[in-house]
């Protein structure tokens, strides 16, 4: 493959023209207008927020009912769990609210995060595949979850949550087609 | 010199010796606890059931070996195109590579295979590392013409001009050779941080293992405490700090040579093949397509001696499902400027010019200060205070930490730049041992950007590139300069013709 992309690059070094770009008149992604996520998500958020201090309710009850020691101390776990709670509580809005994707012509962007907010963003010819996550509540809901996998590593892939299911169905179509469409040009390359 | 592999082959008859030695080695390495309570009580055992089952356990080791020879076999699918390997006494399976997934085939040889003058093949195939495999025993010549045809069938599907080109330049030329002095010289100058820690750490256990052993042996007072004045404590610490000078240098000029002896590098066909190792010879393979960043890294030491490390990461990972970490970088050790130039070229195809210079913000700075200097002084403190009064008897060496930190954080500030050209993107970083990592913007898979919320007004922020042969970051730094980078960098990807493997 490469040697066919060499000659290609031969037959264009010919006729090639280095004209300065303008890094300034470039598109610019930060002026994308992102798309949130489904109002619906934030309740998979709050469930699965709501079981974990359940769990951690139930621990600190059976912990107070059973050992004597500490239950005049009852108020510092209840304390603690509360605390907490109404912490988690606050970034999963902020970050809710933080949540956002775009899909432009030749990439995919991301944004996320409550205390540091992250944009990753993947053009679609480094797309090694795609895969469409639904849980269980998520089904309930008609929600669904978009994966995008490159060869970047763990990090670098981006899961996209809260998404109307046929609006995912829609863009793993388009991200599928876009990965078959670069592959098909390379082969014809 | 075309060797047919198209017929199923067994390996080298003497492999069974290898056999023996691994399926020897296994057994101790899984029934070692018994072995041990044996060897303990030889003396309550008779000694003729011990020779006997002795020797029934070697005779029974030789068999399982030899039919682990006799079973596995080799062959080149040419149809299929596939490399075939079918082994296993009991439980027979089959592998089936297809050779246009190899990635590298290796050629290594350890001590036993040394001896008795075989060597392993290895085949790293793309994705799922599980299934890599390793023909244990087979002679030089045939390891070498299975390896080309390996790869030299791997690139058929993609292109056929290459034998052609690949007859003319089929000859080997080494054309790079790391000589000892070189070894020498990285043995002396590398790996610092690593080893000095590593023997400080053992320093700090032996000489509390003395104060303990002191306790114990029971003395009214300690004899330490009593010898120990400003003068003789200072000896002491002297003679701790050139003991440990000298074990640094000499752990790491060991460990350089053993990794790293005669290590050569030949030009074939399109690619670098490598070997190098003292008890161990280790044969790699390196496609520039397949590299993804290039690494080359110096102190000030190795600056003055003209010396430098080259680490090379390649696409490692494809398949992304794969958890299992990617393997570490291939290093080329001590080259001089003329080598490095020749390799980068190679590598890289042309050679990088730092282009726009990029500064980190000052605010990078006291980050550092704050997670290097600051937290683990209010820690010491906050222990000392509250509960480990002990602790302050240390506080002797917050001064040197203070100032060793302290300079490590200025030199890192001051070494940390970002370059940027239209053809690569050149990070340096580091304050004692000085990186530059060399990075194609057409090898990026997805870039990130991130921001803290109280690094918004100052408008800083990092940025996060990542490739198929690891990450490279940089921060903090002007934000709207690095966005402007990305939609750059965004722009370039999304138009190339370029491949990135």
Not at chain 1, 118 to 139: C, D, K, M, W
Not at chain 2, 465 to 475: I, S, V
Request: contains cysteine; positive net charge; hydrophobic residues 45%.
């Amino acid at each position: 493959m490469d040697t066919v992309k060499d000659e290609s690059n031969n037959s264009e070094r010919n006729n090639y023209i280095n004209n300065p770009i303008d890094t300034l008149a470039l598109p610019q992604f930060e002026e994308v207008q992102l798309s949130p996520l489904q109002p619906a998500y934030y309740k998979i958020v709050l469930f699965n927020i709501g079981i974990v201090y359940l769990l951690l309710a139930i621990g600190a009850g059976c912990g107070i009912y059973f050992i004597s020691e500490i239950q005049s101390y009852w108020y510092v776990p209840v304390a603690f769990i509360v605390f907490t709670l109404c912490i988690s509580l606050f970034i999963s809005r902020i970050s809710f609210k933080n949540k956002g994707f775009a899909f432009r012509t030749h990439d995919v962007m991301y944004r996320s995060g409550a205390i540091a907010i992250t944009t990753i963003i993947i053009p679609y010819n480094r797309v090694q595949h795609v895969a469409l996550h639904e849980g269980f509540l998520s089904r309930k809901l008609g929600l669904a979850t978009i994966e995008i996998f490159t060869a970047g590593g763990d990090s670098s892939d981006v899961k996209i949550p809260g998404l109307e299911k046929e609006h995912a169905e829609k863009i793993k179509k388009l991200l599928v087609g876009k990965v078959l469409n670069q592959d098909k040009e390379t082969n014809e390359d | 010199m075309k060797i047919d592999f198209s017929q199923p082959q067994r390996q080298s008859l003497v492999g069974v010796v290898v056999m023996f030695t691994d399926t020897l080695q296994g057994t101790v390495r899984s029934l070692w606890p018994i072995l041990l309570v044996w060897v303990f009580r030889i003396d309550e055992v008779n000694k003729l059931y011990l020779g006997l089952g002795t020797a029934g356990v070697i005779l029974l080791l030789g068999v399982i070996a030899y039919l682990k020879y006799y079973n596995f076999t080799f062959f080149l699918d040419e149809e299929n195109e596939e490399f075939v390997i079918r082994k296993g006494i009991l439980n027979k399976s089959r592998i089936a590579i297809p050779l246009d997934k190899i990635q590298q085939v290796n050629i290594n040889q350890s001590v036993i295979q040394k001896l008795i003058g075989v060597h392993a093949l290895e085949v790293d195939t793309a994705g799922s590392s599980k299934k890599e495999v390793t023909i244990k025993a087979i002679t030089h010549d045939l390891a070498t013409a299975l390896k080309e045809r390996l790869l030299e069938s791997g690139k058929n599907t993609e292109t056929n001009s290459f034998n052609e080109e690949g007859t003319t330049t089929k000859k080997e030329y080494p054309f790079i050779q790391i000589s000892l002095l070189s070894l020498l010289k990285t043995g002396i100058t590398s790996n610092y941080a690593r080893s000095f820690a590593l023997l400080f750490a053992f320093v700090i256990t032996v000489y509390q293992n003395i104060e303990d052993y002191i306790d114990a042996t029971g003395y009214e007072s300690d004899p330490l405490q009593e010898y120990i004045n400003p003068t003789v404590l200072l000896q002491f610490v002297g003679f701790i700090i050139l003991a440990i000078i000298v074990l640094t240098l000499l752990v790491n000029l060991l460990r350089t040579i053993l990794k790293y002896f005669n290590y050569r590098i030949t030009q074939q066909q399109n690619s670098l093949l490598l070997s190098y190792g003292l008890l161990t010879t280790r044969n790699t393979i390196i496609r520039p397509e397949r590299v993804q960043m290039v690494t080359v890294g110096r102190n000030y030491f190795q600056k003055k001696m003209d010396i430098q490390d080259i680490k090379i990461r390649q696409a490692s990972n494809l398949d992304t499902n794969n958890k299992e970490h990617r393997k570490q970088a291939i290093e080329i050790p001590g080259c001089n400027e003329k080598e490095k130039d020749v390799l980068i070229k190679f590598l890289l195809e042309k050679m990088p010019e730092r282009g726009v210079m990029l500064k980190p913000s000052i605010r990078k700075v006291i980050v550092q200060v704050v997670k290097f200097l600051i937290v683990p002084f209010v820690i010491f403190f906050l222990f000392a205070s509250v509960r480990f009064t002990e602790l302050y008897d240390y506080a002797v060496f917050l001064p040197l930490y203070f100032v060793f930190v302290a300079t490590m954080i200025y030199f890192a500030y001051r070494n940390s730049r970002l370059f940027v050209n239209s053809e690569f993107i050149i990070k340096q970083s580091g304050a004692w041992d000085i990186d530059n990592d060399f990075l194609a913007p057409h090898k990026i898979q997805a870039v990130s950007l991130k921001q803290y919320f109280w690094h918004k007004k100052a408008d800083i922020g990092k940025v996060t590139l990542y490739t198929a042969g690891g990450t490279l970051t940089f921060g903090l730094a002007d934000y709207t300069r690095l966005k402007q980078l990305v939609n750059y960098w965004l722009y370039q990807v999304e138009t190339t013709d370029k491949n990135w493997m």
